[in-house]
């Protein structure tokens, strides 16, 4: 079972309102990933790190969202202006290596956003 | 850039009964295979992988999956399933080069009747 934990599980905001979620990976995890999964099911990579420098970004996160993984505290992604398409499931994944063997992403339980 | 099809929507079957899960992919360089559940209002669950080796890999609560080059395709099966596999199952493709992020099926949804 996945050790990962996401807070908050639930988030409420209103249009234009700030919203930040936490994740801390597993033990001794470098690589963070930030996925989207909209109510269709559909998953939108955002961004991933390792250790704490960011590997990619798409074009939606270097706009509105904001993301960071320092060391020795839990990583966070941050939307600086909520929109009403912002509303989706936002899954933190962590891994301990980037490609090769052993690089299945474990899944934190996601923070749930709603924008009214 | 990699896709990932999972061609069946729903799959409903009964209790003790086998399942086979569907997934095809398309790209023809090193992949990384993986199938996850999600269970209603919660996180992906991994279930298990292919990156080389035995194309017949075995994962948690009896899952198996079967990696085929010649068919481009990464199918889940259980011989006898149980009213608690019902969940949506997620096949995820990964390139090993780049930002080595997953890109996801459609997503099944697999109904147990009891």
């Known amino acids: 079972n996945s050790k990962v934990i996401q807070t908050p599980r639930y988030l409420v905001k209103g249009q234009g309102q700030k919203a930040k979620m936490r994740c801390i990976p597993e033990?001794?995890?470098?690589?963070v990933f930030w996925y989207q999964q909209n109510k269709n099911n559909e998953f939108k990579f955002l961004i991933n790190f390792q250790n704490q420098e960011v590997l990619q970004q798409i074009d939606m996160t270097e706009k509105r969202f904001s993301a960071e993984c320092p060391s020795n505290s839990p990583c966070s992604l941050e939307i600086q202006s909520s929109e009403a398409g912002d509303s989706a499931l936002y899954l933190c994944a962590s891994s301990l290596y980037l490609g090769g063997d052993y690089a299945e992403q474990f899944f934190g339980p996601g923070t749930r956003l709603t924008v009214l | 850039t990699q896709t990932v099809s999972q061609s069946d929507a729903h799959v409903t079957v009964f209790e003790g009964d086998s399942v086979e899960l569907r997934c095809n992919y398309s790209y023809g360089g090193s992949i990384y295979l993986s199938w996850y559940i999600q269970h209603h209002g919660r996180g992906l669950q991994f279930l298990l992988k292919?990156?080389?080796?035995?194309?017949v890999v075995q994962g948690v609560n009896g899952f198996e999956a079967e990696f085929s080059k010649s068919d481009s395709s990464f199918h889940l099966r259980k011989a006898s399933v149980h009213w608690s596999d019902s969940a949506v199952y997620f096949c995820?493709?990964?390139?090993?080069?780049?930002?080595?992020?997953?890109?996801f099926g459609a997503g099944t949804r697999l109904k147990v009747i009891a």
């Open positions: 292919y990156y080389s080796g035995n194309p």
């Open positions: 995820a493709v990964s390139v090993n080069t780049g930002n080595y992020k997953y890109v």
């Open positions: 033990k001794g995890h470098p690589v």
